[in-house]
Nanobody, 121 residues
Framework: VQLQASGGGLMQTGGSLRLSCAAS????????VGWFRQAPGKERDFVAY????????DYAASVKGRFTISRDNARNTAYLQMNSLKPEDTAIYYC???????????????WGQGTLVTVSS
């Protein structure tokens, strides 16, 4: 499966953005999707995941209650709705796919190219 993340941009603190992860190739509905982010000089960290059917989600503690992950299998697309953005949310955001839900970056076999989110104070 090939993934392409989009929707990043520059926002002020408290603003909202919706990231998209468009998939092509193998059957998207067979894969769980994870979002990760990497701030400058830091490791790539887990943000959220959603199961293949959308019934199971989980979030990093730092984004719980502010971010929502969803998917539309008919459109082969997953989303990350980000509300109440903070400067510490500034990072490159990556979507990834795997056949089972997992928090672990190394378990994901398919990655998109990343989209930059910058939150100004």
């Amino acid at each position: 499966v090939q993934l392409q993340a989009s929707g990043g941009g520059l926002m002020q603190t408290g603003g909202s953005l919706r990231l998209s992860c468009a998939a092509s190739g193998h059957s998207f509905r067979s894969y769980s999707v994870g979002w990760f982010r990497q701030a400058p000089g830091k490791e790539r960290d887990f943000v959220a995941y959603i199961s293949s059917g959308g019934g199971t989600t989980d979030y990093a503690a730092s984004v719980k209650g502010r971010f929502t992950i969803s998917r539309d299998n008919a459109r082969n697309t997953a989303y990350l709705q980000m509300n109440s953005l903070k400067p510490e949310d500034t990072a490159i955001y990556y979507c990834a796919a795997q056949t089972s839900v997992t928090h672990y970056r190394t378990n994901y076999g398919y990655w998109g190219q990343g989209t930059l989110v910058t939150v100004s104070s």
